[in-house]
């Protein structure tokens, strides 16, 4: 699926799994939100449904009438399964409505495939009748699933899903889809990129909407302020950015692509800084610091992020480490 970028291992993976005529009927793909998980299961429903490739090539001929009606969201038996608008959850009656099309034989293709995004945002009376199709699955349904919390899912969901883990994308990934797919300069290209921390969905907003990137900026610097800031400011900051787990988890994740900037600033390789316009901040950081003290607070960072997981307090988290700043 040489369409995709980035996830090399995930694209084999699945690519295996059409050769042959094994394919399993429930997949959970599972990692960050925006690096492209529901494009990847898309692409594999494609490749799963084409009928003008041959069958050992590990792409979607992108020709044929079923690879063009999937990439308009036009095939009879490809549906992407989501909320209704304005909605956060998806709804027992989409499921159901679900569950009743997965009964039925496919119209045209070879399989009746389900993209379900965000697997998580399912209501728990629906995934207790999803599970009943994961059980028994007809012959030819397949469930493309795909979670950013594969954790806070039922442990018999887990098990009756093969589990295809995916990546942030490395900034050299994210620069080359931004330029060739979308037709972004190279200079632009790579500025998104060093922002997008892997995350080539939002590069790919950030790049039609100006504003996300400035936003972004302006968190960092918000981050990279709180360096200079007295105790007392450090603190009262802290406690806002920790207010909840999501919002915490968001914000460990920019400072610590901050951070390594400052790393990498101390180190003197700053031509290698990511976020371009925080540059001179990182040096002037990274050279009051010294190596060592800058990449202690890096490992405090990434221990503060798994602590986080294990359900340490958010707002405590966030103290801690804005006292732990060391000192310039
Ligand atoms: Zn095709």
């Known amino acids: 699926m040489r369409a995709i970028y980035g996830n090399q291992q995930a694209r084999a993976r699945l690519e295996r799994a059409t050769l042959g005529n094994a394919v399993s009927h429930a997949w959970l793909l599972t990692g960050p939100s925006d690096i492209g998980k529901t494009t990847l299961a898309l692409e594999f429903a494609r490749l799963l449904q084409c009928t003008g490739r041959a069958p050992t090539d590990g792409d979607p001929c992108g020709e044929c009438a079923s690879c063009r009606k999937i990439a308009h969201g036009a095939h009879p038996?490809?549906?992407?399964?989501?909320?209704?608008?304005?909605?956060r959850t998806l709804g027992i009656d989409i499921v159901r409505e679900m569950i009743r099309m997965a009964s039925l034989a496919p119209t045209e293709g070879r399989w009746r495939i389900f993209v379900i995004p965000d697997i998580e945002r399912m209501a728990p009376a629906g995934m207790n009748a999803l599970l009943k199709t994961l059980e028994e699955p007809a012959p030819q349904v397949i469930l493309l699933l795909t979670s950013s919390e594969p954790e806070t899912l039922l442990p018999t969901v887990l098990s009756r899903c093969q589990i295809v883990p995916m990546l942030p994308l490395s900034p050299d990934e994210v620069a080359r889809a931004l330029s060739e797919r979308w037709q972004v300069s190279d200079t632009?290209?790579?500025a998104l990129a060093g922002l997008a921390n892997g995350r080539l969905g939002w590069a790919v907003r950030a790049a039609e909407k100006p504003e996300l990137r400035e936003q972004r900026i302006h968190e960092l610097?918000?981050?990279?302020?709180?360096?200079?800031?007295?105790?007392?400011?450090?603190?009262?900051?802290?406690?806002?950015?920790?207010?909840?787990?999501?919002?915490?988890?968001?914000?460990?994740?920019?400072?610590?692509?901050?951070?390594?900037?400052?790393?990498?600033?101390?180190?003197g390789a700053s031509h290698l800084v990511t976020s371009g316009a925080l540059r001179t901040q990182a040096e002037r950081l990274g050279r009051a610091l010294g190596v060592e003290r800058a990449?202690?607070?890096l490992r405090a960072l990434l221990d503060a992020q798994l602590a986080l997981e294990a359900n340490a307090n958010p707002r405590l988290t966030m103290e801690v480490l804005a006292l732990d700043l060391p000192p310039l």
Request: charged share 35%.
């Open 188 to 190: 632009e290209a790579r």
């Open 77 to 87: 038996d490809v549906a992407l399964v989501e909320p209704e608008k304005g909605k």
């Open 295 to 297: 990449q202690a607070f």
């Open 221 to 267: 610097e918000e981050l990279a302020g709180l360096a200079t800031a007295s105790r007392d400011e450090r603190l009262r900051r802290a406690g806002a950015l920790g207010t909840d787990v999501e919002s915490a988890r968001r914000v460990l994740e920019l400072w610590t692509l901050w951070w390594r900037d400052v790393v990498l600033a101390a180190g």
